[in-house]
C-alpha cells in the first residue's frame, strides 16, 4: 500500500517544528535536509524567527529561498546575508550568488560562488554546479584555476572537463579548448543536459576551421546544426 504518512529523512524536520514550535539549528556544514514553500510555511517561520530563532542560520536560509523563489530579491539578498553572519555556510554563498546573477552583478556571484567551493571542494556534485554558474557569471579564468588544483579523481570528471573547455573556449584559446576536446578519441560527458549547447558551439566553430574532424566518440544526441 502506499504509505503518505511515515516521514524520510528530508521531512523530518519540518515536522518536527510542526510539531513541537522550534525550528532545527543544524550543523553549517551539512547539506539541507530539504526546502519548504509557500506563504503557510514563510509566515510560520517569520513568527519563529522574530520569537525565537532570529540567530538560526538555517531558519534564515529558508526563508531566503522563500523570497528568492517570489523573485524578492532584496528580501532574499537581506535573509542570506543574516544566514552567512548566524552561521557561514557553502549552501547560503551559493544561493546569495543565484542571487547576484539575476542582478547581473558578475564579480559578487562570482565572489560568492568562490567562497561557497572552499567550503564544499571535496563535493563533486557541488563542484559541477559552482564550475556552471561560474561559467554563466563569466568567471573563465576562475574555472581555469579551480580545475588546476583539483585532484586527479576530480580532473577525470568529463562535466569539470567540459567546464574547463568552455572556460577556454571564451577565453579564446580555441585551439587548446579542441584539443582537450578531441583527446583520446574524444570526451564522453557523463552527464551532459539537454540545451547544454557547448558541444554545439564547438562543433560549428570546429567545422568551420582548419582542425581535424571532430571525433565519433563525441556524444552528440543534444547536438544540433543549422
Not at 552528440?220 to 546544426?225: D, G, S, W
Request: hydrophobic letters at 40%; a negative charge.
Amino acid at each position: 500500500h502506499l504509505d503518505f504518512k511515515s516521514a524520510d529523512g528530508r521531512t523530518k524536520e519540518m515536522i518536527e517544528f510542526l510539531e513541537t514550535g522550534i525550528f532545527p539549528n543544524p550543523d553549517p556544514a551539512e547539506p539541507p535536509m530539504d526546502y519548504v514553500y509557500g506563504d503557510a510555511w514563510q509566515k510560520l517561520l517569520q513568527a519563529e524567527v522574530k520569537e525565537n530563532a532570529a540567530d538560526n542560520w538555517y531558519a534564515h536560509l529558508q526563508l531566503g529561498l522563500m523570497q528568492f523563489q517570489k523573485n524578492d530579491l532584496e528580501r532574499a539578498e537581506m535573509e542570506f546575508t543574516r544566514s552567512l553572519e548566524c552561521g557561514e555556510s557553502a549552501w547560503a554563498h551559493y544561493a546569495m550568488a543565484n542571487v547576484y546573477v539575476q542582478l547581473e552583478d558578475k564579480p559578487a556571484a562570482i565572489r560568492h560562488t568562490l567562497e561557497a567551493i572552499k567550503m564544499r571542494d571535496s563535493d563533486l556534485g557541488f563542484l559541477k554546479v559552482c564550475f556552471k554558474l561560474l561559467i554563466v557569471m563569466g568567471g573563465y579564468a576562475q574555472v581555469i584555476e579551480l580545475y588546476k588544483k583539483l585532484p586527479d579523481s576530480f580532473k577525470a570528471n568529463t562535466r569539470l572537463q567540459l567546464g574547463k573547455i568552455e572556460a577556454l573556449y571564451n577565453l579564446d584559446k580555441k585551439k587548446e579548448a579542441f584539443d582537450l576536446l578531441c583527446r583520446d578519441g574524444g570526451i564522453e560527458v557523463d552527464d551532459i543536459a539537454e540545451g547544454d549547447d557547448i558541444l554545439t558551439r564547438l562543433w560549428n566553430e570546429l567545422r568551420e576551421s582548419k582542425h581535424d574532424p571532430i571525433p565519433q566518440k563525441i556524444n552528440f544526441q543534444f547536438v544540433y546544426t543549422e
